[in-house]
């Protein structure tokens, strides 16, 4: 018995359009004035000259990106497609670093790519919107981690913006009528970063005895101060009152007396009058 032979059929060649497809644009690293772009391509045509352009819209219209020297679109990868495609499409990652850009800013971007043989191709555009590196957030978890008669060392965690890290942090008291600078017992009075680039803290100094005081800190890095967050603590405040006040013994000239006394917190009591 015969077997009758198979047909195959061959997929029809894409459009124009589609012979250099742009696609998966994504940042991969936010700059203080830029990023870094990454993009996938499918190369579908037989030119051997591909280039990919790449936009940054504007309030009117697109404009031509600027990059680091050596930061044009670039491939950095290249493989092929497997079965069951007939024949195999060259698919490559690129890559290119815009500048120019300002900071904290969101801004649209466009890439397509080009070949210029065996005749000019040009593939359609993609398109993705992507930020500059950002200001600092507020910072959490402010806290008192140890106090004193007229000082308290605070801490609290800020997290560095990608591209942007958290540089200086700043605290100010609460005055009767506006936010003052707060005396800081560290290095340049600023300040410092202890443990991990997350976590700061600072010894406030001269401050008023047993009383509630209001804070707020906030973080800075090269685009500016980030938005405060706000706590209160307080000072040590006196010992209490005594209490259980006893005289256990007595002779005709002299009396002992005893009583008790409650230690306010981080403050043991060091002596009675």
């Keep these: 018995s015969s077997v009758p032979a198979q047909k195959w059929k061959m997929s029809p060649a894409p459009p124009e359009s589609q012979l250099l497809q742009v696609c998966e644009l994504r940042c ?30 504007s309030v ?13 679109p670039a491939p950095t990868s290249s493989e092929s497609c497997s ?15 815009v500048v120019g850009l300002t900071p904290n800013t969101a801004y649209e971007f ?23 590196a950002g ?24 997290k560095d913006p990608e591209g942007a890290p958290v540089e200086a942090c700043f605290v100010s008291c609460e005055g ?18 202890i443990r991990s680039s997350s976590t700061w803290r600072a010894t406030v100094c001269d401050l008023p005895l047993n009383t509630t005081i209001g804070f707020r800190v906030c973080a800075q890095n ?11 603590f307080s000072t040590i ?21 005893e009583w008790d006394v409650d230690d306010p917190d981080d403050a043991e009591v060091t002596g009675c009058d």
Aim: charged share 20%; proline share 7%; aromatic share 8%.
């Design 60 to 72: 009117f219209s697109w404009v031509a990106a600027s990059f680091e020297e050596g930061g044009e």
């Design 110 to 132: 466009r890439v397509r790519a080009r070949a210029a043989l065996p005749a000019e191709q040009s593939g359609a555009w993609q398109k993705a919107s992507f930020s500059t």
């Design 176 to 193: 009767s009528l506006s936010w003052y600078e707060a005396h800081v017992a560290s290095g340049d009075g600023v300040p410092s970063c």
């Design 28 to 57: 991969v690293s936010q700059l203080l004035d830029g990023a870094v772009l990454q993009w996938i391509l499918h190369d579908h045509s037989d030119g051997s000259d591909v280039s990919c352009d790449v936009e940054v819209g």
């Design 237 to 257: 405040s006196p010992p209490g009152k005594p209490w259980g006040i006893v005289c256990p013994s007595r002779t005709s000239s002299s009396l002992r007396i």
């Design 222 to 232: 090269a685009v500016g101060k980030g938005d405060y967050a706000k706590a209160t």
């Design 135 to 158: 200001l600092p957030g507020a910072p959490t978890s402010i806290r008192c981690v140890r106090r004193h008669k007229d000082m308290l060392q605070l801490e609290w965690v800020v």
């Design 83 to 97: 079965p069951p495609f007939v024949s195999q499409v060259p698919v490559r990652t690129w890559r290119a670093k």
